[in-house]
């Protein structure tokens, strides 16, 4: 995909683009709390595995309850809701830049099913995995 030097700029353009945006959306308006930037770099390094609430709050120190209520409080957002839309925005990356299948990025991004992975999607992204990657391009 990469064989000129301007699509390898456009690339480079790009990443640091949706890095920023990355950061602005972990910022969201007030500086985020230690406990959010922490969870927010977990989930961006298991993109590939299940992330269970529980595992989570363990990796934390911390109770289910405790951490899922804390997160929300913190955030304003339930966990879920960041982690499938993390998931999203990583989907919404890859449909982009790379020829992998819908199926194979929902497998990657630890959905246990491409149904799941594209009702998610569109829940998230407001259309079809297929329908981001061609108007993507």
């Given at each position: 995909?990469?064989?000129?030097?301007?699509?390898?700029?456009?690339?480079?353009y790009n990443m640091v683009l949706e890095y920023t945006e990355?950061?602005?959306?972990?910022?969201?308006?007030?500086?985020?709390?230690?406990?959010?930037?922490?969870?927010?770099?977990?989930?961006?390094?298991?993109?590939?595995?299940?992330?269970?609430?529980?595992?989570?709050?363990?990796?934390?120190?911390?109770?289910?309850?405790?951490?899922?209520?804390?997160?929300?409080?913190?955030?304003?957002?339930?966990?879920?809701?960041?982690?499938?839309?993390?998931?999203?925005?990583e989907a919404k990356r890859l449909l982009r830049y790379t020829?992998?299948?819908?199926?194979?990025?929902?497998?990657?991004?630890?959905?246990?099913?491409?149904?799941?992975?594209?009702?998610?999607f569109r829940q998230y992204a407001g259309q079809t995995p297929?329908?981001?990657?061609?108007?993507?391009?």
């Open positions: 995909l990469l064989y000129t030097q301007s699509a390898i700029v456009n690339l480079q990355q950061i602005e959306r972990i910022r969201r308006g007030v500086q985020p709390s230690k406990l959010a930037i922490e969870v927010a770099n977990y989930v961006q390094h298991h993109f590939s595995e299940p992330i269970r609430t529980d595992e989570l709050a363990k990796t934390f120190y911390l109770s289910r309850t405790h951490f899922s209520a804390r997160f929300k409080k913190e955030t304003g957002e339930t966990l879920t809701h960041f982690i499938l839309r993390e998931k999203t925005e020829d992998k299948s819908a199926a194979a990025i929902g497998a990657y991004l630890g959905f246990s099913s491409q149904g799941h992975f594209s009702r998610v297929m329908e981001y990657r061609e108007s993507a391009v």
